[in-house]
C-alpha cells in the first residue's frame, strides 16, 4: 500500500476522471496500453507524489502500478529511508530481497541502488536515484509496486 492506495484498487476510488487526466504523464511507451498519472497531494504523509499506471482501456481504471516518491538533495538520507522501507518490507513479506547498484540507462555517469522483492502476484521495488546532474532530474527515492501483469508489459521492451 502507498498513500492508501494498492494495486487492483480503482484509482476512481481516490480521484475523480477531471483530476486523473490533468495529471496524465508521458512515459515514452510506443504504444497506449497503459496511462501513467503523476499526482501531487497535500494529503500525502509519505510521499511528495505518486505515480500511478492503469491499462488505458479499463473505465474502472484499475491501479496496476504505483510509485511513491520522494526527492532528495543528500543521498545518504535516501539511503538511509531505503533501509528502513526495506526492514519494515521484510517483517511482513518473507520473501528474500535481491539489492542491486546499477547505471542508469537515460544517465551513465548517474546509479540506482535497488532493493528487490519478487512476489506471486508482481514485486515491490525500492530504489535510490542518484543523478550525475540536474539535467537528468532530482536525487530521488522511489517505493514501488508492480503487478504481474505490468511487469509482463515492461519485459515486452515497451519503450
Known amino acids: 500500500e502507498i498513500e492508501g492506495m494498492s494495486i487492483n484498487d480503482t484509482l476512481l476510488q481516490f480521484y475523480n476522471k477531471e483530476k486523473i487526466s490533468k495529471t496524465e504523464a508521458i512515459m515514452g511507451y510506443k504504444d497506449n496500453k497503459y496511462t501513467a498519472v503523476a499526482i501531487v497531494d497535500d494529503k500525502y504523509k509519505t510521499y511528495s507524489q505518486v505515480d500511478i499506471e492503469y491499462l488505458t482501456k479499463d473505465k474502472n481504471k484499475l491501479i496496476k502500478s504505483l ?5 532528495y538533495s543528500d ?7 531505503m533501509d528502513d522501507i526495506t526492514k519494515e518490507i521484510s517483517n511482513v513479506v518473507s520473501v528474500i530481497p535481491k539489492t542491486n547498484t546499477y547505471k542508469h540507462d537515460a544517465d551513465p555517469s548517474g546509479s540506482v541502488r535497488g532493493t528487490m522483492y519478487q512476489l506471486e502476484s508482481g514485486q515491490i521495488l525500492i530504489q535510490c536515484y542518484d543523478y550525475s546532474s540536474d539535467n537528468y ?8 509496486i508492480w503487478s504481474e501483469d505490468y511487469i509482463k508489459y515492461l519485459e515486452s521492451n515497451p519503450y
Do not use: F
Open 67 to 71: 510509485n511513491g516518491i520522494i526527492y
Open 75 to 81: 543521498m545518504n538520507k535516501c539511503y538511509e529511508k
Open 137 to 144: 532530474g532530482e536525487d530521488l527515492l522511489s517505493v514501488s
